[in-house]
């Protein structure tokens, strides 16, 4: 007898017939005619290519390249929008693309950060590790199938609305005011297919957040909520307009990247249907 092997998410199963969604698109197969099943944890080319559309959800004001190193420089706000992303190879020994990158952020002003995803680049970050670098707590970055996600109880919390173009008062909510300086407003629109949800309650905005579309996946950043208000569900209803909002414009996979050490920001995500597919973490120039 003739085995073959399908991967993807697991749609629907009954008793007949289980639905899988891989990467030629769906297919359905027998249950009696399966053999073996088990759960396949993403693989180093599922992590770099998840890290691949994450970097095209945040999109900084410069980037360069040294070899198959991103180099991303958007005047220091926020980490993702000023580090390293090794997606592939540099093509040189590891202390000439060190040497090649700082001098590149040396150009703009910026310490040398790299974000090393853990699993696909473990050499890497051992061998920055035996240099000196410093690690930051390591970043979760969840994943969920957007049509696998359960309904969210909003109760009384008033909905949220998503636009294309936000408003001063977005801004404002966004990191206490630090969304309304140039350069987070610049990195935040940066993008062709992005959508920000906010809920307004007495005229003022009180939770925000912020979709982005890239390759089917929905990037949601940028959740927050006034101080006084959280743990309310205002979050959850910001969560599901963007998941409505982005499954109407194509998305049908939805991605966050939550830092290990917010454990009520990862106890919401997972309580929203979101699983850890993997983690980062950026490691810092100790010569800087």
């Known amino acids: 007898m003739l085995f073959g092997d399908v991967v993807g998410d697991l749609v629907t199963l009954t008793d007949d017939t289980a639905l899988i969604h891989g990467r030629s698109g769906v297919v359905e197969v027998q249950v009696a005619h399966i053999a073996a099943a088990k759960l396949a944890w993403p693989s180093t080319a599922d992590e770099l290519e998840l890290e691949a559309v994450a970097a095209r959800g945040w999109r900084p004001e410069q980037t360069g390249e040294v070899g198959g190193w991103l180099l991303r420089a958007a005047g220091g706000f926020t980490g993702r929008a000023n580090s390293v992303l090794p997606l592939r190879a540099p093509g040189l020994p590891l202390d000439d693309?060190?040497?090649?990158?700082?001098?590149?952020?040396?150009?703009?002003?910026?310490?040398?950060?790299?974000?090393?995803?853990?699993?696909?680049r473990r050499l890497l970050d051992a061998g920055l590790a035996e240099r000196g670098w410093a690690a930051d707590p390591d970043v979760h970055v969840l994943a969920a199938r957007l049509d696998a996600l359960p309904p969210v109880s909003s109760g009384a919390a008033p909905p949220a609305d998503v636009v294309g173009e936000p408003g001063p008062g977005w801004f404002a909510r966004y990191r206490d005011g630090v969304g309304a300086t140039d350069a987070a407003r610049a990195l935040l629109t940066r993008h062709d297919r992005v959508g920000f949800a906010s809920v307004t309650l007495d005229g003022e905005i009180v939770a925000i957040g912020r979709g982005a579309l890239d390759d089917e996946w929905l990037g949601v950043t940028a959740v927050e909520v006034a101080p006084g208000l959280r743990r309310q569900g205002l979050?959850?209803?910001?969560?599901?307009?963007?998941?409505?909002?982005?499954?109407?414009?194509?998305?049908?996979?939805?991605?966050?990247?939550?830092?290990?050490?917010?454990?009520?920001?990862?106890?919401?995500?997972?309580?929203?249907?979101?699983?850890?597919?993997?983690?980062?973490?950026?490691?810092?120039?100790?010569?800087?």
């Open 97 to 120: 693309a060190l040497a090649a990158a700082r001098d590149w952020y040396r150009e703009r002003g910026l310490p040398l950060r790299i974000q090393v995803p853990l699993d696909a």
């Open 235 to 288: 979050a959850s209803v910001v969560m599901q307009a963007l998941w409505i909002w982005g499954t109407a414009a194509g998305a049908q996979r939805s991605y966050v990247q939550v830092s290990s050490d917010n454990a009520a920001a990862v106890a919401l995500y997972e309580r929203l249907g979101y699983w850890r597919h993997h983690d980062y973490r950026y490691r810092t120039d100790p010569s800087q």
